[in-house]
Nanobody, 119 residues
């Protein structure tokens, strides 16, 4: 029903910036939630930022003030602008989307894109 394709990962020095992009291929007009999770080495997957169809934004405390999430609701795309990157931001970043309606909720994941921040 929904396929997610990420782009924009890479290697950057601490203090640098990267921009991640995700495009959703779906026949549905709008996804309820789109956002980003990440999984660092030896860590559990964690929320980075999400943006709902109601324009409600959630950020992890660790990225507040450094990362900015934006969505194009018409195109079903979501971007993550990452500034002032730190080595602890190193992780595989996964695009995330939720499609929901009355009595139905399903989450979808992209394949992930590697972000490596060197000190």
């Amino acid at each position: 029903q929904v396929q997610l394709a990420e782009s924009g990962g890479g290697l950057v020095q601490a203090g640098g910036s990267l921009r991640l992009s995700c495009a959703a291929s779906t026949t549905f007009r709008s996804l309820n939630v789109m956002g980003w999770y990440r999984q660092g080495p030896g860590k559990q997957r964690e929320l980075v930022a999400t943006l709902s169809s109601a324009r409600s934004t959630v950020y992890a405390d660790s990225v507040k003030g450094r990362f900015t999430i934006t969505r194009d609701y018409a195109k079903n795309t979501v971007d993550l602008q990452m500034n002032s990157l730190k080595p602890e931001d190193t992780a595989v970043y996964y695009c995330y989307a939720v499609l929901a309606s009355v009595g139905y909720r399903q989450a979808f994941w992209g394949q992930g894109t590697q972000v490596t921040v060197s000190s």
